[in-house]
């Protein structure tokens, strides 16, 4: 276990470096000027340049790749062109948004899928799984957009039970995070883009489940334990679903480092102020370090939650190990 939290820690900062690296190329190759956000017509050829060397952007581009990254090394993300912050301020502030509508939308999707799919592979041929299906596939293939707006519709402008947009009421003050965070005001306004991320997500873990479960069901091991007279719960829970789980415990690691970044859709639907609607602002604005900073955090979720994902196999399978020493 220990080796390979290592070399997944050696991956990890290969990987992180690799992002850092394309997206400072990236950004700079990418056509406009950041400064036409701040200049006017009636500013000179003088005070454009003053502005550049002020974002140590008149430097040659191996000298601010080297300060990019010795700045990186000591945590300093730079400051946003566009709101003139701390970059790792402004991505402080959006990420307990970003973490609240991911976690709970993937724990209502993962929590229904794992059921919903154990259950189809028992009910294998009936119309249940004829109806279920077709349902599961036409939510995962549906836009999240478009899902998104057939709920505003209905929810919201039509029923007037869930506001249509935003984290929380204007004008709404708190004593701390986290009392934001858990206020029935926060959670209200959750419900609608996290139930449009769970609707999306949940087709993936039920038909994962399921395809793993009629896979696991036919092994030795169930016939044995069938043969050792087990009642079906204990062969469903403590044998078939464990091993069922494996795919699917990756799955939900990965999803939840992804989703990070994934989420740019749904949270411009709603107006949620979440990290991917503040990367898009970012684009969109040439701001290169608020760019490259949700870039970076995306990218350092997400290996994160692949590292995870391997120590969840792991321990969920121990031949993994096992193969790992050998």
Not at 40 to 62: C, K, N, T, V, Y
Not at 190 to 199: D, E, H, K, Q, S
Not at 210 to 231: C, P, Q, Y
Not at 246 to 264: D, E, I, K, M, Y
Request: hydrophobic share 60%.
């Amino acid at each position: 276990m220990i080796s390979l939290l290592l070399r997944r820690l050696g991956h990890a900062l290969f990987v992180l470096w690799a992002v850092a690296s394309l997206t400072f190329v990236l950004f700079r190759m990418m056509p406009g000027d950041p400064t036409l956000n701040f200049l006017s017509e009636s500013f000179s050829e003088e005070m454009r340049a003053s502005l550049l060397r002020a974002f140590g952007l008149d430097r040659p581009l191996h000298e601010q790749y080297l300060l990019y990254l010795g700045n990186l090394l000591q945590g300093d993300f730079g400051v946003s062109f566009l709101q003139k912050r701390p970059v790792l301020d402004l991505l402080l502030e959006a990420l307990p948004n970003t973490v609240m509508l991911t976690v709970s939308a993937l724990i209502v999707a993962y929590a229904f899928g794992i059921v919903a799919g154990a259950f189809l592979a028992f009910a294998r041929g009936t119309l249940v799984e004829g109806i279920a299906i077709p349902a599961a596939l036409m939510t995962r293939a549906a836009p999240e957009f478009w899902l998104g707006m057939i709920l505003l519709a209905w929810l919201s402008f039509g029923w007037g039970i869930f506001p249509s947009g935003g984290a929380n009421e204007a004008g709404a003050e708190f004593s701390s995070e986290a009392a934001r965070l858990f206020s029935a005001d926060f959670l209200w306004h959750l419900v609608l883009p996290a139930a449009t991320l769970a609707l999306y997500l949940q087709g993936l873990p039920l038909l994962l489940m399921r395809a793993t479960m009629l896979e696991v069901l036919n092994d030795e091991f169930i016939v044995m334990a069938r043969m050792k007279g087990l009642s079906r719960w204990a062969i469903v829970m403590r044998h078939a679903a464990r091993n069922a789980l494996l795919p699917v415990a990756t799955a939900f690691a990965l999803g939840l480092g992804s989703s990070f970044g994934g989420n740019v859709v749904v949270e411009q639907v709603f107006s949620w102020p979440g990290l991917g609607r503040l990367l898009v602002g970012a684009v969109q604005g040439a701001d290169y370090p608020l760019a490259q900073g949700a870039f970076i955090l995306i990218a350092f979720v997400l290996v994160v939650m692949n590292t995870v994902a391997d120590l969840l196999y792991a321990w969920l399978d121990p031949r993994v190990s096992v193969g790992a020493k050998r």
